[in-house]
């Protein structure tokens, strides 16, 4: 077997659960894309990551890369396209190369779907997909949150109550969990709107001025990786081990479901790596 463990993602889940493995002495390998193009990686401070108030999201995730990598886990910068179990072992598809593991662990975090235009440009500049991550940066000042997922409007609320002068809008009816201090827009045509940060969310062609944009979507699903994998909505359904609906094939992080944070995605990305370790060794031939 040319590797015990196969990470798909290099996130935070991804590289937590190699650190495991690898201090389970095994052989692992990681296969994400390139560090530029990691989200978290756009990140300004992160304030929520328990012993490391000072960190920017780039230079968190160079620390995690440089760990794992010190722990002698391979990182390969590419594409999964594809997981086929075997029953004794799994094929992974990544670009024109195929490699064999004993176990797989899925940390590919969420798609955040079709982006509206200017969002990539003012990622991190204003645009934030956390409502509890970023919330506190915009206090006493107007910002918008797009509503695209059944817990937006809670989400909302949140913002509203620890001091955010909120807009919401969002294609559909106004959300009945919505409180009824937050004015509400509808809207379908969207595009963000600034300078060096966001100043506007343009919605039908009318600029709604604001420091912060708020879109809350719901995940993509990533069971389209794995022929036959159980989904929990748009998330990998997974147990309190991490493991899959399919043996030896775990996941962690924002792909298994809320809230979508680090400590979280490093926590469940530490017990998969585990119990892929153990399930390798239980499963290892001779
Ligand atoms: C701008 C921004 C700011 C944030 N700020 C905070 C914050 O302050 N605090 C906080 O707790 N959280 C924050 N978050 C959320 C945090 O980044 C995520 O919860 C965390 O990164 C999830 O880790 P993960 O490993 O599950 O997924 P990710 O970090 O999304 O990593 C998944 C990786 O897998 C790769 N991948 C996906 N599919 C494949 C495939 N098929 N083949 C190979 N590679 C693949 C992706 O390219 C990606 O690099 C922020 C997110 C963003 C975007």
Same mark, same amino acid.
């Given at each position: 077997?040319?590797?015990?463990?196969? /990470?798909?993602?290099? $996130?935070? %889940?991804?590289?937590? %659960?190699?650190?495991?493995? +690898?201090?389970?002495?095994?052989?692992?390998?990681?296969?994400?894309?390139?560090?530029?193009?990691?989200?978290?990686?756009?990140?300004?401070?992160?304030?929520?990551?328990?012993?490391?108030?000072?960190?920017?999201?780039?230079?968190? *995730?160079?620390?995690?890369? #440089?760990?794992?990598?010190?722990? $002698?886990?391979?990182?390969?910068?590419?594409?999964v396209l594809g997981?086929?179990?075997? @029953?004794?072992?799994?094929?992974?598809?990544?670009?024109? =190369? /195929? =490699?064999? %593991? $004993? %176990?797989?662990?899925?940390?590919?975090?969420? #798609?955040?779907?079709? +982006?509206?235009?200017?969002?990539?440009?003012?990622?991190?500049?204003?645009?934030?997909?956390?409502?509890?991550?970023?919330? *506190?940066?915009?206090?006493?000042?107007?910002?918008?949150?797009?509503?695209?997922?059944?817990?937006?409007?809670?989400?909302?609320?949140?913002?509203? +109550?620890?001091g955010c002068r909120? !807009?919401?809008?969002?294609?559909?009816?106004?959300?009945?969990?919505?409180?009824?201090?937050?004015?509400?827009? !509808?809207?379908?045509?969207?595009?963000?709107?600034?300078?060096? !940060?966001? !100043? &506007?969310? +343009?919605?039908? @062609?009318?600029?709604?001025?604001?420091?912060?944009?708020?879109?809350?979507?719901?995940?993509? #699903?990533?069971?389209?990786?794995?022929?036959?994998?159980?989904?929990?909505?748009?998330?990998?359904?997974?147990?309190?081990?991490?493991?899959?609906?399919?043996?030896?094939?775990?996941?962690? @992080?924002?792909?298994? @479901?809320?809230?979508?944070?680090?400590?979280? &995605?490093?926590?469940?990305?530490?017990?998969?790596?585990?119990?892929? #370790?153990?399930?390798?060794?239980?499963?290892?031939?001779?």
């Open positions: 077997m040319a590797y015990d463990i196969i /990470v798909v993602g290099n $996130g935070p %889940a991804g590289l937590s %659960a190699a650190v495991q493995a +690898k201090a389970r002495g095994k052989k692992v390998l990681v296969v994400g894309g390139a560090p530029s193009d990691i989200q978290l990686a756009k990140a300004g401070l992160v304030r929520n990551y328990l012993g490391m108030p000072d960190l920017s999201g780039a230079e968190m *995730m160079e620390r995690f890369r #440089s760990h794992a990598r010190e722990m $002698g886990a391979e990182l390969r910068t590419g594409r997981v086929m179990p075997l @029953g004794e072992f799994f094929l992974v598809s990544i670009g024109s =190369e /195929v =490699e064999e %593991a $004993g %176990a797989v662990v899925l940390a590919t975090g969420v #798609s955040y779907g079709a +982006k509206l235009p200017g969002e990539e440009q003012f990622l991190g500049r204003g645009v934030s997909y956390c409502a509890t991550c970023d919330g *506190m940066l915009y206090r006493n000042k107007d910002i918008v949150v797009v509503g695209r997922s059944a817990q937006a409007p809670e989400e909302a609320n949140y913002l509203q +109550k620890i909120v !807009t919401y809008v969002s294609n559909g009816p106004r959300p009945a969990e919505l409180s009824g201090e937050i004015p509400y827009r !509808t809207a379908a045509r969207l595009e963000v709107v600034g300078g060096q !940060t966001v !100043t &506007a969310l +343009k919605a039908d @062609g009318e600029e709604i001025p604001c420091a912060g944009l708020f879109l809350l979507r719901a995940a993509a #699903s990533p069971v389209d990786l794995v022929p036959g994998l159980a989904a929990d909505g748009p998330y990998v359904q997974v147990d309190r081990n991490m493991a899959t609906s399919i043996p030896g094939l775990f996941a962690a @992080g924002d792909c298994v @479901g809320q809230p979508l944070q680090i400590s979280k &995605a490093v926590g469940e990305g530490m017990i998969a790596g585990h119990r892929a #370790s153990e399930y390798v060794d239980q499963h290892k031939k001779g």
